[in-house]
């Protein structure tokens, strides 16, 4: 690996990071500085949806800034309005917007659903799909998650038979997290019941407004409405929305997970939120709760948090180090994936107790809240991290057969 920039590279990054601050909107840009807690809601999506009236002015003028740019999906084709670039340079771009805590536009859609169309879809599919989800027109939810089949995400039994030129869906998904703020859905949904598990899923595209679609909120532990429950009933699907063979739609959704599992910016947003820390029990407001609090117990925790973050990158260079050679990466991804959001919640415990009896104190506004209730809020909201996108034991399990070559248990 080659920790340094090339010169190519060297330049890339200062023309990327110009761009950002020349053209970041303000309201984000007082968002970074915003030392209040932003919990899970607060994305790109959430803004140009539900957001108020300056938010939505906000995303719809950096999407439009970036799409401009080329850099809406940094790795897509130009050809397909992307920005054709390198894995490295991709790399480096999510690298600056992380550091500058500027939103990624599209969220799944571009991130996801955009680049499995490109390897899996039709020419007739790329037409319909891409250039509306480049522009923001379609906005995608994700529809894999089931009441019996998270984890396991092969046993998915939610049901798509086919009916003439359609197919018709009934069951019901879990987990989906942005149903409430998207006007498409993608999905895996049976259609051989009597084949193998993996082997009878076939993968869908729809319209949500399609009768028979029924979002209903999960509100989370932390008071959020970050994800739904969403029910099929009768739902009738154009044969056209199929990606990929029919039946093989396991293979494609692997195809979509592969890049789900890439990120490469949670060492930058962790090591901001320690900075955070440092800086605020440094302060008068700081020190005035340590007393109640435990920082000569914790210091060497942060300080091992700090070295954490480094580890975190450097796991994350390594994904795309293997990418940049024309690699898959495997195991290296499941390393990434379960260290960074065990990470996530090893600092949100150590600022817990490093405040002491203050963490108790949910409302940021109030005069008793340690670091505007930060790590109080995020231990609620990282909860999650662990099980969503493939679970810490899946990935431990991954890593054993795959990385260590274990035998299955």
Sequence with gaps: MEWADSAEQAEFRTSVRSFIQNNLPGFYQ??????????????????????SDEAK????????????????????????????????EQFIFNQEM??????????????????TVLVHGTDDQKERL???????DILWAQGFSEPGAGSDLASLQTRAVRDGDDYVINGQKMWTSTAHKSNWIFGMFRTDPSAPKH????FLVMDMS???????PIISMGWEHATNETFYEDVRVPASNLIGEENRGWYVGVTLLDYERSFVDGAIAIRKQLDRLRENVQSEHGRSMLEHGGLERQRLDIAQHYIDTEVMFNFSFRVISLQSRGLIPNYEA???????TELLQRVSRTGIKTYGLYSNVWDPDSPHS???????????????????????????????????QLPRG
């Design 98 to 115: 992380a550091e500058l805590e500027a939103p990624k536009v599209g969220g799944s859609g571009l991130s996801l659903l955009g680049p």
């Design 370 to 404: 340690p670091q505007f209730s930060e790590f109080t809020q995020t231990n609620v909201h990282s909860v999650v991290m662990t099980i969503a996108g493939g679970s810490s034991e899946i990935q431990r399990n991954i890593i054993a057969t795959r990385g260590l």
């Design 30 to 51: 007082a968002r970074a500085d915003d030392p209040r807690p932003s919990g899970l809601e607060a994305d790109w999506q959430e803004d140009i949806v539900h957001g």
């Design 210 to 216: 399609t009768p028979g679609i029924n979002v209903r």
């Design 334 to 340: 499941s390393t990434t994936k379960m260290f960074n």
């Design 57 to 88: 002015v906000a995303a719809k003028e950096w999407a439009d800034a970036l799409l401009e740019q080329g850099w809406s999906a940094p790795h897509w084709p130009k050809e397909y309005g992307g920005g054709g670039m390198s894995t490295m």
């Design 199 to 202: 082997r009878g899923i076939s």
């Design 130 to 136: 891409l250039a509306p989800t480049l522009a923001g």
